[in-house]
């Protein structure tokens, strides 16, 4: 079947403009998560979603940063007022359970991001 | 606070060297480890996991953990690399204390000769 897929793969914003990021996870999966990748470094948590609830936001940089997901469907990560510190290749990944003995998580080919 | 700490940032072996590449995490309660793997040009991927049980796991392509407790370590091991096993190499986990949020470590670029 069909793997996390992510739209768009790349994108070059102005600073200032709001950019939004759409993941597809696989089907059935009850967790989603997003990560940032800064160049050169490690992944940073971002969100993650049981259901198309979000029981941890801690991740995210700042309130210009939010995210939805419809039921255990499509997400969207949006960023408002970007800024060049946002450049960065932000990752979904989706994980068909939840809880101990699971998370072995599947990722898509992320959203490169470019502020300028 | 939860963490996971890779020792080395950059590793270079000459084909048939073995490989240890370092892995200490600090999170409360009930934990699930992880491996992933980068290939150059290719999506992040599991190669293998720990959540109970034998702390000796193997997994894809002859690479193996041990989740020693005590050391709160899960490090990575291969007999003998080849050059194919070039990548960056990350470290994971994820338990009960933090919602099963999973933490990474900052990854390990694995550099290996021909």
Known sequence: ?116 | AQSVSQHNHHVILSEAASLELGCNYSYGGTVNLFWYVQYPGQHLQLLLKYFSGDPLVKGIKGFEAEFIKSKFSFNLRKPSVQWSDTAEYFCAVSGNTGGFKTIFGAGTRLFVKA
């Open chain 1, 1 to 116: 079947g069909a793997g996390v897929s992510q739209s768009p793969s790349n994108k070059v914003t102005e600073k200032g403009k709001d950019v939004e990021l759409r993941c597809d996870p696989i089907s059935g999966h009850t967790a989603l998560y997003w990560y940032r990748q800064r160049l050169g470094q490690g992944l940073e948590f971002l969100i993650y979603f049981q259901g198309n609830s979000a029981p941890d936001k801690s991740g995210l940089p700042s309130d210009r940063f939010s995210a939805e997901r419809t039921g255990e469907s499509v997400s969207t990560l949006t960023i408002q007022r970007t800024q060049q510190e946002d450049s960065a290749v932000y990752l979904c990944a989706s994980s068909p359970a939840w809880g101990q003995g699971a998370g072995e998580q599947y990722f898509g080919p992320g959203t490169r991001l470019t502020v300028t």
